[in-house]
């Protein structure tokens, strides 16, 4: 299973259901994610905790003016297709209004971010 999809699905639907946080399970990949998303003001929190003798991430949904930030989300890069992006190749989501998020050599980043560093790397997801 697709722990990144489960991650963003998870988010997105939170924000349908109209929950307040949402937990999943631990990973440094999944911290990075939600680091670079509370970054770029797509969620409200992250924490680290401990359930049950477990490290789990506690992720705080955003609204704005009583909707969800996240309406919609896409992966692009699958565990059956991997997809990379040069430099060059790397284009803004919904002109601006969204956000891709790649694994690049110099970590997790978005996509003006990467723009900015000159690096290219795996398209992990479409966020908006």
């Given amino acids: 299973m697709d722990q990144i999809a489960n991650m963003i699905n998870m988010i997105k639907n ?3 259901a109209e929950h307040e946080s949402i937990v999943v399970s631990y990973s440094k990949i999944k911290q990075s994610i939600a680091d670079c ?9 992250v924490s680290k905790k401990v359930k049950k003798g477990t490290p789990v991430l506690e992720i705080g949904v955003l609204y704005v003016d009583g909707a969800p930030k996240v309406t919609d989300a896409e992966r692009v890069s699958k565990s059956s297709c991997r997809v990379y992006k ?3 190749e790397i284009k803004s989501v919904r002109n601006g209004g969204g956000l891709t998020v ?7 980043m ?6 900015k560093a000159m690096v290219g790397g795996e398209v992990l997801f479409r966020i908006w």
Wanted: net charge positive; aromatic share 8%.
């Fill in 110 to 115: 978005t996509d003006r971010e990467a723009r």
């Fill in 102 to 108: 790649f694994s690049t050599p110099k970590g997790i």
């Fill in 14 to 16: 939170a924000g349908r």
């Fill in 86 to 88: 040069g430099v060059k």
């Fill in 37 to 45: 998303l509370l970054k770029e003001g797509y969620i409200a929190s």
